[in-house]
């Protein structure tokens, strides 16, 4: 069993947090070893770093928040639908280096970062959860080397914490 939350404050204070970047596209796609292997049009891509110690509550919350953000226009053009109003597409792209500590030297840390253990069951509820949501899902392939194009619209992008099953 992974380490309480409250047992894994760092040094600065702040407890870990799976960590999201959110972007609102008009398209985007993952390739592995040049095949296209996940692909959507007007949507979100999501790159999804998962923290040692986040966990399906995690997953749940993140989906459920990323489902419901109203970051599409309306017809007055406010940003004010979201994915499921707007019946847009969801790319799930994992990200460890998300985890990135860059506070001591200059090569990045990633002990945070969950093991691919840990990690790709959080990665596969957060799929699954917007799947139930009625969003369709497309994903990239977990541990792979990706190369992932899209065009951000807007530019929207925004980035989600969720620490203890709360988005913080």
């Not at 398209?27 to 949507?43: F, L, R």
């Not at 953000?69 to 998300?98: C, H, P, W, Y």
């Not at 990690?119 to 392939?141: F, K, N, S």
Request: aromatic residues 2%.
């Amino acid at each position: 069993m992974l380490q309480g939350r409250r047992e894994r404050i760092s040094g600065d204070g702040r407890l870990p947090a799976m960590r999201i970047v959110a972007q609102r596209v008009s398209e985007a796609s993952v390739s592995v070893d040049d095949e296209v292997v996940g692909a959507i049009g007007p949507g979100v891509v999501l790159l999804v770093g998962v923290l040692e110690g986040d966990g399906l509550a995690e997953a749940r919350v993140a989906a459920d928040k990323l489902a419901d953000l109203r970051i599409f226009r309306d017809d007055a053009g406010k940003m004010n639908l979201s994915v499921v109003d707007t019946a847009g597409e969801v790319l799930v792209v994992s990200q460890f280096t998300l985890g990135a500590d860059v506070r001591r030297g200059n090569r990045p840390s990633f002990t945070s970062a969950a093991p691919p253990e840990v990690a790709q069951p959080v990665i596969d509820q957060v799929v699954r959860r917007l799947t139930e949501r009625g969003v369709p899902v497309a994903t990239g392939r977990f541990g792979a080397m990706m190369q992932v194009a899209l065009v951000n619209d807007g530019p929207v992008t925004i980035v989600l914490d969720v620490v203890d099953g709360r988005v913080t």
